[in-house]
């Protein structure tokens, strides 16, 4: 598969009606096959390095294209231009806090896009500035971490987070637990952020999702003995 067109028709071969429904009570766009992300993942390996095949993919719109585009681009040999529309045109919140943040954690830009996307008044661009800032702290070193910004944020998310729409609150949220689970030296200060803020209310829609508790959530980080322990990409 070199192609587009080749891609998209594997992905409208794997699609089938109860994973476009589920993905659509999640909230997603109708231009969709609904293609299980197992799936996806082995077509990935498939098209694996093909960088321009990936962003065109992404740049089709379609659901399914849009989240493989995002296992397969290489954020680091993306441009601030391309990163940032990718943010702008993501259609819901797998595209948004999942493709977006994956390959944009990444880029040798991604803490600054991170910042930038924070401040965005568009839902699902401030979401992706939270994931992405998570993805900062899970693949970098706490040495090269401002600790001191990051605390700044989780005092952003306190006095916030109940003003702010349903996904960013979710990712506000996220950022938390990310704190107390990827930067030992602010473990405390996430967990205190974590009791302040509580149980985080957002509509789910017509699912059992739930919010985490990052009470809890961190509780158990901390039992497993996985505090600090960084990753080399939170693509999944």
Same mark, same amino acid.
């Given at each position: 598969?070199?192609?587009?067109?080749?891609?998209?028709?594997?992905?409208?071969?794997?699609?089938?009606?109860?994973?476009?429904?589920?993905?659509?009570?999640?909230?997603?766009?109708?231009?969709?096959? +609904?293609?299980?992300?197992?799936?996806?993942?082995?077509?990935?390996?498939? #098209?694996?390095?093909?960088? %321009?095949?990936?962003?065109?993919?992404?740049?089709?719109?379609?659901?399914?294209?849009?989240?493989?585009?995002?296992?397969?681009?290489?954020?680091?040999?993306?441009?601030?231009?391309?990163?940032?529309?990718?943010?702008?045109?993501?259609?819901?919140?797998? #595209?948004?806090?999942?493709?977006?943040?994956?390959?944009?954690?990444?880029? =040798?830009?991604?803490? =600054?896009?991170?910042?930038?996307? #924070?401040?965005?008044?568009?839902?699902?661009?401030?979401?992706?500035?939270?994931?992405?800032?998570?993805?900062?702290?899970?693949?970098?070193?706490?040495?090269?971490?401002?600790?001191?910004?990051?605390?700044?944020?989780?005092?952003?998310?306190?006095?916030? #987070?109940?003003?702010?729409? %349903?996904?960013?609150?979710?990712?506000?949220?996220?950022?938390?637990? +990310?704190?107390?689970?990827?930067?030992?030296?602010?473990?405390?200060?996430?967990?205190?952020?974590?009791?302040?803020?509580?149980?985080? =209310?957002?509509?789910?829609?017509?699912?059992?999702?739930?919010?985490?508790?990052?009470?809890?959530?961190?509780?158990?980080?901390?039992?497993?003995?996985?505090?600090?322990?960084?990753?080399?990409?939170?693509?999944?």
């Amino acid at each position: 598969m070199n192609t587009v067109s080749q891609v998209m028709s594997e992905l409208k071969k794997k699609g089938n009606a109860q994973t476009r429904k589920t993905f659509a009570n999640h909230g997603a766009p109708e231009d969709m096959f +609904g293609v299980k992300v197992a799936d996806l993942k082995v077509i990935a390996k498939k #098209i694996k390095g093909n960088q %321009d095949l990936a962003l065109d993919l992404y740049a089709t719109g379609n659901s399914d294209a849009m989240y493989l585009a995002g296992i397969v681009a290489d954020g680091s040999q993306m441009n601030n231009k391309q990163l940032n529309d990718w943010a702008k045109q993501a259609p819901w919140y797998m #595209i948004s806090e999942y493709s977006v943040p994956g390959v944009a954690a990444e880029n =040798e830009k991604a803490r =600054e896009l991170a910042l930038k996307w #924070i401040k965005s008044k568009k839902e699902n661009i401030a979401s992706s500035g939270w994931t992405t800032y998570v993805g900062v702290m899970a693949t970098s070193s706490d040495d090269d971490l401002d600790l001191d910004e990051i605390k700044d944020l989780l005092r952003q998310v306190e006095a916030t #987070i109940d003003k702010s729409s %349903d996904r960013v609150r979710y990712t506000m949220n996220g950022f938390v637990i +990310g704190v107390g689970a990827y930067v030992k030296p602010l473990l405390k200060q996430a967990k205190a952020t974590a009791k302040k803020i509580g149980i985080v =209310e957002v509509d789910m829609g017509s699912t059992s999702c739930k919010v985490p508790l990052a009470t809890e959530y961190i509780a158990n980080i901390e039992t497993a003995k996985r505090v600090g322990k960084k990753r080399k990409t939170i693509k999944c």
